[in-house]
C-alpha cells in the first residue's frame, strides 16, 4: 500500500470513517470500563477540538506556545547554522504553520515532508505552504507519526531533519516518550537531526494557571471528548454533570486533566452501561514537564545525542537539536 496516496472517493473516505469510528468506539469502551477511568488525549483533537486547542495556544496563561515561538525567533541563526542545506524537513504531527514557516523561512530546506494521521487537514496545509513557498516541494503524508511510517522516495537523498514542536512528547508517557524518540532515529536515519520543543519544569503556580485558565478555553477542550462520545459514538454524557481539573502530580512531573463526575450517575455508550461515583475521575491527558537533565538522558537513552539546546531567559520551555545516533 502505497501511503503516499491520498485517499481518494467516497468509498475510501467511508471505509476510513468507520475504522476511525470503531477504533474510536473500542478504546472508549475499554477506558471507560478501567480503575480508573483514563482515555487518551489523541481523541481531544476532531475540529472543534483542535479549534479550541488554538485557542488555549493564544491564553495569556498558556505560555509554552509564544515561549518557544520566541526561542525559535532568537535562536533562527543559530538553527540555520546546523542545518545542512538541502534538507528535509519532516514534521512529526500537522498543526498551526506558524513554527514551521520561521525555520522555512530562515533555512534553505529543498523539501517539506508533513506527516499527520488526519489527511484534510494536511492536506489543506500543504497547499497553504504550497501557495506562500513556490520553491519548496512538500510531500504530505498521512500517517500516525507514532508508528513507523516510510518517507517519500523523492526525499531519500536528502538530509532529514525531524520537527516535533509543542512539547507534544510531554503527552506521552515516558515509555512511550522513548518509543517515539527510537521509531524518529529509524525513520529518519544515523546523522539526521530532531529539533524538538520540550515544556520544562517550573513553579506550580504557573502551570495550574496555564491549564485552568480563567476563560474556561481549557475546560471546554477537555469536555470536548465527551461532546464527540455523544455525537459520534451515540454517548448520553450529560455534559453539565462534569467538572474540568488539572492538577499538579509532583512525584511525577506531570499536569494531569480530568473530567470529575460531579454526582452519581450511569452513563450509556454503544450499548455499554458505565456507573460513576459522584467525584470519580476520567483522566483525560498528561502534560508531562522536564528538567533539562532529565529530558537529555531520555533523548541519549533513545538513541540521540544532543548537540545543542536554547531556552528563554526565565526558563520556561526549551528548545533541542539532537541528533541520530548509529
Ligand atoms: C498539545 N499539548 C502539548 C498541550 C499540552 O500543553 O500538554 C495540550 C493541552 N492540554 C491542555 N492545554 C493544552
Known amino acids: 500500500m502505497n501511503i503516499h496516496a491520498p485517499v481518494h472517493g467516497a468509498l475510501a473516505k467511508a471505509q476510513q470513517f468507520d475504522?476511525?469510528?470503531?477504533?474510536?468506539g473500542s478504546d472508549v469502551i475499554e477506558a471507560l470500563s478501567q480503575h480508573p477511568k483514563k482515555l487518551s488525549p489523541k481523541y481531544f483533537y476532531d475540529a472543534a477540538g483542535s479549534e479550541l486547542f488554538e485557542q488555549i495556544t493564544k491564553l495569556p496563561e498558556y505560555y509554552p506556545t509564544r515561549t518557544e515561538l520566541a526561542i525559535l525567533r532568537a535562536r533562527g541563526g543559530d538553527i540555520h547554522a546546523i542545518i545542512p542545506k538541502g534538507a528535509a524537513l519532516v514534521e512529526?504531527?500537522?498543526?498551526?504553520?506558524?513554527?514551521?514557516?520561521?525555520?522555512?523561512?530562515?533555512?534553505?530546506?529543498?523539501?517539506?515532508?508533513?506527516?499527520?494521521?488526519?489527511?484534510?487537514?494536511l492536506h489543506a496545509q500543504a497547499a497553504e505552504l504550497r501557495a506562500d513557498f513556490p520553491k519548496l516541494n512538500v510531500y504530505p503524508v498521512t500517517a500516525?507519526?507514532?508508528?513507523?511510517?516510510?518517507?517519500?522516495?523523492?526525499?531519500?537523498?536528502?538530509?532529514?531533519?525531524?520537527?516535533?514542536?509543542?512539547?507534544?512528547?510531554?503527552?506521552?508517557?515516558?515509555?512511550?516518550?522513548?518509543a517515539f524518540l527510537r521509531s524518529a532515529r529509524e525513520i529518519l536515519g544515523p546523522g539526521s537531526l530532531l529539533l524538538i520543543g520540550i515544556d520544562l519544569e517550573k513553579d506550580e503556580r504557573l502551570l495550574h494557571a496555564a491549564y485552568n485558565d480563567a476563560a474556561g478555553v481549557t475546560g471546554r477542550f477537555n469536555m470536548n471528548v465527551l461532546v464527540r462520545i455523544n455525537a459520534e459514538l451515540g454517548g448520553n454524557f450529560d455534559l453539565s454533570a462534569f467538572a474540568?481539573?488539572?492538577?499538579?502530580?509532583?512525584?511525577?512531573?506531570?499536569?494531569?486533566?480530568?473530567?470529575?463526575a460531579k454526582r452519581p450517575q450511569t452513563v450509556r455508550v454503544l450499548g455499554h452501561s458505565f456507573n460513576f461515583r459522584a467525584g470519580e475521575s476520567i483522566h483525560t491527558e498528561s502534560s508531562y514537564k522536564y528538567s533539562l537533565d532529565r529530558f537529555t538522558a531520555l533523548a541519549r537513552g533513545s538513541g540521540w545525542t544532543p548537540k545543542a539546546s536554547w531556552t528563554d531567559d526565565a526558563k520556561m520551555f526549551s528548545v533541542h537539536a539532537l541528533v541520530a545516533g548509529e
Open 244 to 260: 474540568h481539573r488539572a492538577i499538579y502530580n509532583r512525584e511525577r512531573h506531570r499536569i494531569e486533566m480530568h473530567l470529575i
Open 19 to 24: 475504522e476511525q469510528t470503531s477504533a474510536f
Open 144 to 178: 500516525d507519526f507514532t508508528a513507523p511510517f516510510a518517507l517519500p522516495d523523492a526525499v531519500e537523498a536528502m538530509p532529514k531533519v525531524g520537527f516535533f514542536p509543542g512539547s507534544t512528547l510531554g503527552n506521552f508517557e515516558p515509555h512511550e516518550a522513548s
Open 92 to 121: 512529526f504531527g500537522a498543526g498551526a504553520t506558524t513554527k514551521v514557516r520561521l525555520l522555512l523561512d530562515r533555512c534553505e530546506f529543498a523539501a517539506y515532508v508533513p506527516v499527520d494521521i488526519s489527511g484534510d487537514f
